[in-house]
């Protein structure tokens, strides 16, 4: 998939690169190292995308129907039984024949051929020379079911190779094509969109070639014809539409399709529940601008209706679009947690699927980098357990999302220690010594700097309660923490080696020595703040 560069607009959520620049982060972390971490990601959102909805399809035909001449079978028994070169030239006589019945019948043997499930012979029959010929069919005045087969035969040479598609798009088929959407016949009409969208879901050239000849003003008819075969390849066709590049460079055009996405995500219509909400995703997929106006469709209710829906192609393009919406403004935010997205989200942690807890996590994620009182909201409905079991036991690529949640609850926790204290209760501790032992330089950074918070929270309450010793440090000397972050001062990143040192130097380097100095005969330290997880609600915390 294709992605650019946006600049940043006031919020600092951390969001593709091709967005804007920085994860909402209030100052919390380092911006560019948020930015390089969510431009990763992207690629990887990017394959899931890939994964979960076909940009091209291909119009398969049942090679036993019947047709106007018995021979048309013949040349497909031929096709299975004695190869390609057989059968093909037959077929292209007939095409450049004078007689409408011989073109009719030549047509559909071709649509035929490339409609075999497997291996069709694209690149023979572009090789062949017929593709003049065929866009002659699909011309003004030419019979309904000639222009019907014809661009049945052009929308499967369309499914092939980005070289595949290049030839018939450099062969100028788009303006007869397009104009062909303006047929009466509802079957012409829906493969000359069919057609289109294989060409729009190519590239993003293509793409833009395809919205700038007016393609999205006749989807948008077409969907007033309540006609349901129809609106699904309309639907199919509008979200390769505003793929990547093409719904920021065309923003004026693409933002028309608003009105009707936003009714279509009412549909009972699984399929074209699933592609409006793609189409949405795609969209919604931008600045604040482009987040303020889809919001203004009231949308918001409905994707937090269908977090919940049993077909994971529902559930899917909704969470991307709730995750999309969330890297807006804390206002955009909180119209979120009006509709109440807490509890479908939560939820979506327990998912069997991995790629809805990743995107739940990173969901959370963000709005616990919004206000304090947002991460309260998501702090008090008591997913911390599950985050810090998903740290601990799920896939590399969810756990790392979780991750995220978990820091940017101790980045809160800046402006309220309640929030430090209840993570420390939970666990947290024990978790951040295990992950300290990570591979990855970026995620060994963001808990370092998650561990210099809790710290900094125990000193403030040795002083308060003037304790002898930092209650959190002692609890990262007791889980092995201290010990690896003083060998972290030798680890080969630089960065690594400063914050492991920083920390090394304020809270543990006399730590031992004042211990031993403390301790009496029985082995006890005096005036040392009683920590005991077992006697804290962590379930049900409130602020």
């Not at 590239?203 to 919205?211: A, F, I, K, N, Y």
């Not at 309309?234 to 009105?259: D, F, Q």
Request: negative net charge; contains cysteine; glycine residues 4%.
């Amino acid at each position: 998939m294709d992605s650019d560069s946006s600049s940043a607009t006031g919020t600092n959520k951390y969001v593709p690169e091709y967005r804007r620049t920085n994860f909402k982060n209030k100052n919390k972390f380092s911006a560019e190292e948020l930015r390089k971490r969510r431009e990763n990601q992207q690629v990887e959102l990017r394959k899931n995308k890939r994964e979960e909805v076909l940009a091209k399809r291909r119009n398969m035909a049942a090679l036993t129907e019947s047709t106007n001449d018995g021979a048309t079978n013949d040349f497909m028994h031929s096709a299975d039984n004695d190869g390609l070169q057989d059968i093909l030239p037959g077929i292209i006589q007939k095409m450049l024949s004078n007689d409408l019945s011989e073109q009719l019948n030549g047509s559909i043997a071709l649509r035929q051929l490339l409609s075999k499930e497997d291996n069709p012979p694209i690149r023979q029959v572009l090789d062949s020379g017929i593709l003049p010929r065929l866009i002659e069919f699909i011309g003004p005045n030419q019979p309904d079911q000639l222009q019907h087969e014809a661009s049945w035969a052009i929308t499967n040479l369309c499914s092939g190779s980005s070289e595949d598609t290049a030839r018939v798009v450099n062969a100028n088929i788009l303006p007869p094509m397009v104009q062909l959407i303006d047929s009466n016949n509802i079957d012409v009409k829906e493969q000359a969109i069919w057609c289109i969208s294989n060409i729009a879901g190519d590239s993003p050239e293509h793409r833009d070639m395809c919205v700038k000849m007016g393609v999205i003003a006749k989807l948008l008819d077409c969907f007033e014809l309540n006609k349901t075969s129809l609106t699904k390849t309309c639907i199919w066709t509008l979200s390769n539409m505003c793929r990547g590049k093409s719904a920021r460079h065309n923003w004026p055009i693409i933002s028309s399709a608003l009105p009707a996405i936003s009714k279509l995500i009412y549909s009972m219509d699984a399929d074209i529940l699933g592609d409006a909400l793609w189409t949405l995703s795609y969209i919604s997929d931008g600045d604040d601008t482009v987040i303020e106006t889809v919001l203004k469709y009231n949308v918001a209710s409905r994707l937090v209706q269908l977090l919940n829906h049993s077909f994971t192609q529902v559930q899917t393009p909704a969470l991307r679009t709730v995750g999309n919406l969330l890297t807006g403004s804390d206002m955009f935010t909180q119209t979120l947690l009006a509709a109440r997205v807490l509890e479908p989200l939560a939820n979506l942690l327990s998912s069997q699927k991995e790629h809805l807890r990743k995107e739940a996590c990173w969901c959370f994620s963000n709005i616990l980098a919004g206000t304090l009182q947002q991460a309260k909201e998501v702090i008090s409905i008591g997913i911390v357990p599950k985050l810090l079991e998903i740290i601990e036991t799920d896939t590399d690529r969810v756990k790392k999302e979780a991750l995220w949640c978990i820091c940017n609850a101790c980045a809160a926790g800046n402006l309220d220690p309640e929030i430090i204290r209840y993570l420390v209760a939970n666990g947290v501790i024990k978790t951040f010594c295990e992950q300290l032992t990570s591979m990855d330089v970026k995620n060994i950074l963001l808990v370092l700097d998650s561990i210099e918070q809790i710290l900094k929270i125990g000193e403030a309450d040795k002083e308060a309660h003037q304790l002898v010793l930092n209650e959190y440090a002692s609890l990262f000397e007791q889980f092995g923490g201290a010990d690896t972050i003083f060998n972290l001062q030798s680890h080969e990143s630089s960065e690594v080696y400063q914050k492991a040192f920083n920390i090394v130097d304020k809270y543990f380097s006399d730590e031992d020595e004042a211990e031993a100095l403390l301790n009496d005969e029985n082995g006890n330290v005096p005036n040392q703040f009683s920590y005991n997880a077992n006697n804290i609600n962590t379930q049900n915390f409130q602020f």
